[in-house]
């Protein structure tokens, strides 16, 4: 018998279900947004200091001992923060870097997230979604996207060693569509690769998971897999990452965060930890001590055999790159029509927006949503030409524009 019990999927304040209030919110937004994107209104155009890293492809002058873990980043010296650029940003840059952001995705399915994170204050939301633009250009999320797991893995060494081995990956989705993943602890030692190549393989993830999300679908599932956990495998570099991932850079984006199996000695650090998290991602947080109370959580049906005694009959394995998988990239033509057909539809867009902003009364416009249909599927079409294929598209869950899992399901 199943003892999964299944949440109720959230609706306040989300796209489809909005009141005329919060529909005139958006319409408020998007006045205040354009404002930034045509230097009509100033901003902060500098990056913010809890940025870290904008000097990471430069060579430091002075090694320092003290280095973080998984997910982690190694500590920066004075000089180096010292000779670090400081970036200037402008409106046109954060336009672009929005409608690279919102690749398949309704564009106020995004602004949605950052208004309802900062409890529809749109001051605290434009400042949290510009710094937001702002850390995709830093941390180069592009390159993640645009580049294969071999060039990402000559240039991060040791990047494919992490899909290889299994330290963290996506399967599968709940029967709320959330996709869940994976992040198995007792396989990270902290010197076996880079901190940089730990770090950009977690936003690496992050990104991927984002092409797993179906439509309609907003938050993932995150199982921290603390079976055989030590202090080893501590890393404070990664729990501050995820925190600001969460809570800053992906708000609205974590669904539950299960941490199971924790050993005794983590409590002492949930200690530390919990203070340091936002009171809502706080409250994602669900321990399980055992495979019982995992399956409270998440279907069997939906869970492998192997480890957690679920009854889908799957084992994780990295399936390599193919040679020539991303040769159509190099139709340059073909290419260079789909992103003239896809600037089409952002102005598009743009300019009905923009109409629909003259008059704030808390009304939808059909003929945005239509538009945003018609840039989701064109998306699709244009994916195979601007990002290199991973893992997923490979086992083929996501293929299309469609995401579709399989679970061979064992009674």
């Given at each position: 018998?199943?003892?999964?019990?299944?949440?109720?999927?959230?609706?306040?304040?989300?796209?489809?279900?909005?009141?005329?209030?919060?529909?005139?919110?958006?319409?408020?937004?998007?006045?205040?947004l354009y404002d930034v994107f045509d230097g009509k209104t100033t901003f902060d155009q500098t990056a913010p200091s809890s940025f870290k890293g904008?000097?990471?492809?430069?060579?430091?002058?002075?090694?320092?001992?003290?280095?973080?873990?998984?997910?982690?980043?190694?500590?920066?010296?004075?000089?180096?923060?010292?000779?670090a650029p400081a970036?200037?940003?402008?409106?046109?840059?954060?336009?672009?870097?929005?409608?690279?952001?919102t690749m398949m995705d309704h564009p106020d399915l995004i602004v949605l997230k950052?208004?309802?994170?900062?409890?529809?204050?749109?001051?605290?939301?434009?400042?949290?979604?510009?710094?937001?633009?702002?850390?995709?250009?830093?941390?180069?999320?592009?390159?993640?996207?645009?580049?294969?797991?071999?060039?990402?893995?000559?240039k991060y060494p040791k990047f494919i060693e992490q899909m290889r081995i299994g330290k963290g990956y996506l399967r599968g989705a709940d029967p709320l569509n959330r996709p869940m993943s994976v992040v198995n602890t007792r396989l990270h030692h902290k010197n076996d690769q880079p901190p940089e190549t730990i770090h950009r393989f977690t936003l690496y993830?992050?990104?991927?998971?984002?092409?797993?999300?179906?439509?309609?679908?907003?938050?993932?599932?995150?199982?921290?897999?603390?079976?055989?956990?030590?202090?080893?495998?501590?890393?404070?570099?990664?729990?501050?990452?995820?925190?600001?991932?969460?809570?800053?850079?992906?708000?609205e984006t974590l669904g539950v965060c299960v941490v199971h199996r924790a050993p005794f000695v983590f409590w002492g650090l949930w200690k530390l930890i919990q203070p340091l998290l936002d009171p809502v991602v706080a409250s994602k947080f669900v321990f399980t001590r055992n495979n019982a109370e995992l399956h409270k959580v998440i279907p069997r049906e939906r869970l492998p055999i192997n480890h957690y005694e679920g009854l889908?009959?799957?084992?994780?394995?990295?399936?390599?790159?193919?040679?020539?998988?991303?040769?159509?990239?190099k139709d340059t033509a073909a290419k260079d029509a789909l992103l003239a057909e896809r600037k089409g539809l952002e102005e598009r867009?743009?300019?009905?927006?923009?109409?629909?902003?003259?008059?704030?009364?808390?009304?939808?416009s059909a003929e945005r949503d239509t538009i945003a249909g018609e840039l989701r599927e064109q998306y699709t079409r244009l994916t195979p030409y601007?990002?290199?294929?991973?893992?997923?598209?490979?086992?083929?869950?996501?293929?299309?524009?469609?995401?579709?899992w399989t679970y061979n399901v064992k009674a």
């Open positions: 018998m199943s003892t999964y019990v299944q949440p109720v999927a959230p609706t306040e304040g989300r796209l489809g279900h909005l009141t005329p209030e919060q529909t005139e919110k958006l319409q408020q937004f998007w006045v205040r904008q000097a990471r492809d430069e060579e430091p002058a002075e090694k320092t001992e003290k280095k973080s873990g998984w997910f982690g980043r190694k500590e920066e010296t004075k000089e180096e923060k010292k000779v970036p200037k940003f402008t409106g046109e840059m954060l336009q672009k870097t929005f409608w690279k952001l950052f208004i309802r994170a900062r409890k529809w204050n749109l001051d605290d939301a434009m400042k949290m979604f510009l710094n937001a633009l702002k850390w995709r250009i830093v941390e180069r999320i592009d390159e993640l996207i645009e580049l294969s797991d071999v060039e990402l893995d000559q993830t992050m990104e991927c998971g984002r092409m797993v999300l179906p439509e309609g679908a907003e938050t993932v599932i995150v199982i921290f897999d603390l079976s055989n956990f030590g202090l080893d495998n501590m890393d404070w570099g990664f729990v501050r990452l995820f925190v600001q991932c969460f809570e800053s850079y992906y708000p889908d009959d799957w084992t994780y394995e990295y399936v390599p790159a193919v040679p020539g998988e991303n040769d159509v990239q867009f743009d300019a009905v927006t923009r109409n629909w902003i003259k008059n704030i009364n808390g009304q939808n601007v990002r290199a294929k991973n893992l997923y598209q490979r086992w083929g869950v996501s293929s299309q524009g469609k995401v579709n």
